[in-house]
């Protein structure tokens, strides 16, 4: 009671700990706690941000903790060999004497290794690259309902033997193509010319995967591939999981046709994971146990994180725009509400010369009924705008014969859906996903407008 009766000591500001600044536009970015921070020989150290470039950049686990006048750094036995080549390193970036920077080898860390966070940072698809933390075992609950759905669906459990593919990932100082661990298999997404695209088909057959997560567009070019260079199937495979992109139903039948298996979208993002998951009878289904869904007003999707304590996400526009079916039922039994996707990003926009925008949906639509007519005849596209009514055209088609015939239906279909424009066209052997996001843009729009 005495302490109410003092008033505000603190004149109306509550110090959190915490260390962090805010960006131009009103951002707030945490850098650290503040019993994170001390100060030797002048200099201010984040002793979090040591250990986090050990595990980043080299893989090793270290402890940071300050001893006298200066730090040591505690490692594990089992890094013996992997902490020598980083002992340099982290020396030139704290700029302190030598003689105070101490390494000591410990049996094992006493830690909750389920409260330490992972860092991952999105695609950029949206428009802009974030970062996100989770606690691990915040983040394993968020994936607990998706492979719940998995093993009722598909029959796919963790032990499943799977093969996938992962941006720019750094070991022990250098970036990695491949990684392997008892059930899993990864592939660098980065370089993918055919012959790398061969080489992976190759291991990833050796592998003898069950299932595969993997990406529309480069799902496609092993499709190329496999059917150019009469590759072996890959025998073991029962399922595919494609994400990160759209994919249309008819494509997905080509999928399951060309490699006997079953196909299934997740949609998700970095953000909050999972976010609707596909039945078997081809509706999307909210992941109500993962996140709360909302449509905005112009349509734009939201959703709230219902897992990620450290960072939450709350009625957050993830870029992309749909609808909320939870008045249509569905054959799989599920209660969960039906999510439609757009085919277009917030971000995929026609630009006018009236200032007006149209989404890109009017060229997909086009390209279906294309392969509808020509029986699949374009396996890849992507449509550049590059002035007012002016479209740079890149297709992939599966025989160089239907080449004249897709030009002249593309341009009538247009014509008959009131798309007015110059179509300038390019045919190409491949169409790769982008080495910064990852992913094939099947539109952009390099005209800014008013």
């Not at 940071?64 to 030139?92: F, T």
């Not at 799977?162 to 022990?172: G, L, Q, V």
């Not at 992309?320 to 990003?345: K, Y």
Request: hydrophobic share 35%; glycine share 6%.
């Amino acid at each position: 009671m005495d302490d109410l009766s003092r008033g505000d000591d603190n004149q109306g500001i509550l110090k959190t700990g915490d260390y962090g600044y805010l960006d131009e536009e009103g951002y707030l970015y945490l850098t650290g706690r503040r019993n994170d921070f001390v100060k030797l020989f002048g200099k201010r150290l984040n002793l979090n941000s040591i250990e986090r470039m050990a595990d980043e950049r080299f893989g090793i686990d270290i402890i940071v903790r300050v001893e006298g006048d200066g730090i040591m750094i505690l490692y594990e036995e089992e890094c013996e060999e992997k902490i020598r080549p980083i002992k340099d390193r982290i020396r030139k970036e704290i700029h302190i004497p030598e003689k105070c920077i101490n390494f000591k080898k410990v049996a094992a860390f006493k830690r909750n290794r389920s409260d330490r966070l992972q860092r991952v940072i999105t695609s950029g698809s949206s428009g802009d690259c974030l970062e996100i933390y989770w606690k691990q075992r915040d983040a394993i609950r968020s994936l607990t309902s998706l492979w719940v759905k998995r093993k009722k669906y598909y029959g796919i459990v963790p032990y499943d033997r799977r093969c996938y593919f992962f941006a720019t990932k750094i070991e022990d100082g250098r970036e990695i193509d491949v990684e392997q661990s008892e059930y899993g298999l990864g592939f660098c997404k980065t370089d993918l010319s055919p012959e790398r695209l061969l080489e992976i088909y190759e291991k990833m057959n050796a592998f003898e995967p069950k299932w595969i997560i993997i990406q529309p567009s480069l799902l496609i070019l092993f499709m190329q591939l496999v059917k150019k260079y009469s590759c072996k199937p890959i025998s073991s495979l029962r399922y595919i999981e494609v994400t990160g992109e759209r994919i249309t139903h008819e494509w997905k039948k080509e999928v399951e046709k060309f490699f006997n298996c079953k196909v299934a979208s997740q949609y998700g993002c970095y953000e909050v994971n999972s976010i609707a998951y596909e039945c078997p009878f081809h509706n999307l289904h909210v992941m109500t146990e993962n996140v709360y869904a909302e449509i905005a007003d112009d349509d734009q999707i939201c959703v709230t994180s219902k897992h990620n304590r450290v960072m939450p996400f709350v009625r957050y526009k993830v870029g992309d725009r749909g609808r909320l079916c939870g008045d249509r039922s569905c054959s799989c039994g599920s209660m969960e509400p039906i999510l439609e996707l757009d085919m277009s990003r917030e971000n995929d926009l026609i630009q006018n010369a009236d200032g007006s925008v149209t989404h890109y949906d009017c060229f997909f639509g086009v390209i279906e009924r294309i392969n509808l007519m020509l029986e699949m005849a374009v396996l890849q596209f992507q449509i550049v705008q590059t002035d007012y009514e002016k479209f740079d055209v890149y297709m992939v088609v599966d025989d160089k014969e239907d080449i004249p015939e897709v030009q002249m239906l593309f341009k009538k279909l247009c014509d008959n859906n009131q798309i007015r424009g110059e179509f300038t066209f390019s045919f190409v052997d491949y169409l790769y996903p982008s080495e910064k996001t990852g992913k094939l843009a099947w539109f952009s729009s390099t005209t800014k407008g008013d």
